[in-house]
Nanobody, 128 residues
């Protein structure tokens, strides 16, 4: 069983930065891609960024315009999301998710259904 735990959320003023962390445990993650999504009240879950565990392939939502950066530390089984120039519209619950890409004929990083495990989320609130 895979467990994902997010941390690092909180309240920040517009223009500020936060660094979210996802800690993965339960098995080896060589075949797993890890992604970050967010969900604001009344909206669908939105893809932000993804990274494969060993190939260092990354994908990012075009709408972020480079404000967010995903990185991972294999030794610690962590994936971070650095968020800069935060805006009030970034307010949401942020989730990390894991996908065993070896079990999928096609891995589409933006598709919620591609992910096998989800964390419980961390709240990010950006004040104006």
């Amino acid at each position: 069983q895979v467990t994902l735990v997010e941390s690092g959320g909180g309240l920040v003023q517009a223009g500020g930065s936060l660094r979210l962390r996802c800690v993965a445990s339960g098995r080896t993650f060589n075949n797993y891609a890890i992604a970050w999504f967010r969900q604001a009240p009344g909206k669908e879950r939105e893809f932000l960024a993804a990274i494969t565990w060993s190939a260092q392939y990354t994908s990012q939502a075009d709408s972020l315009k480079g404000r967010f950066t995903i990185s991972r530390d294999n030794a610690k089984n962590t994936v971070d999301l650095q968020m800069n120039s935060l805006k009030p519209e970034d307010t949401a619950v942020y989730y990390c998710a894991a996908s065993d890409v070896s079990r999928k004929s096609i891995y589409s990083p933006k598709a919620v259904t591609n992910y096998d495990y989800w964390g419980q989320g961390t709240q990010v609130t950006v004040s104006s």
